[in-house]
């Protein structure tokens, strides 16, 4: 199946909210319970909030969608304190269309749009340490560990793993 790649905008948002309710679910099964994850996606994906990220020209907010418009992935980062440095806050594609090149290439987009603003030399995420499929997709894209830490998500804590990627060359 092809796919493409496009900045997201406001109308995604209800699109995006549904990718992320289905991948958050096959995702975190088993690592973040239940409960959190209903208490969460409203907050972190109220379709209003993803409208005025995608409404952000200078966002890197970007899309997959399928040859019939469908939204199938999502990826949004933005730069960090840090001069220099930038977080991937957001990256998630469908199961069934996952090891296909889309998450490739919506980070080569967000990577590039990152980049437009000057120089961004490293894109930092982090990951649940126990989502062993998140971290190997994370290393396959060329991500390094740097440490783990403890992270409360409402009541919840989670073992974390930072992972960076060194931006010398932009992925492929």
């Known amino acids: ?69 469908r939204v199938v992935g999502f990826v949004q980062a933005g730069r960090r304190e840090q001069a220099g440095d930038a977080e991937l806050w957001r990256f998630y594609v469908l199961p069934e269309h996952q090891r296909k090149g889309i998450g490739r290439q919506l980070l080569k ?23 062993q499929i998140g971290r190997r997709a994370y290393e396959a894209l060329g991500f390094a560990y740097v440490r783990e830490y403890e992270d409360d998500l409402m009541g919840h804590v989670s073992r974390m793993c930072e992972m960076c990627l060194h931006l010398h060359g932009r992925p492929d």
Do not use: H, K
């Open 1 to 69: 199946m092809r796919f493409r790649v496009r900045r997201a905008v406001p109308e995604d948002a209800a699109a995006i909210n549904g990718v992320a309710r289905i991948t958050w679910a096959e995702t975190y099964r088993g690592i973040i319970p239940d409960e959190i994850q209903r208490a969460v996606l409203p907050l972190w994906y109220a379709e209003d909030r993803l409208a005025r990220s995608a409404a952000n020209p200078a966002g890197a907010f970007f899309v997959a969608e399928s040859e019939d418009g």
């Open 109 to 131: 987009a967000c990577v590039e749009s990152l980049q437009e603003g000057g120089d961004v030399a490293r894109l930092f995420v982090q990951v649940e340490a126990e989502n």
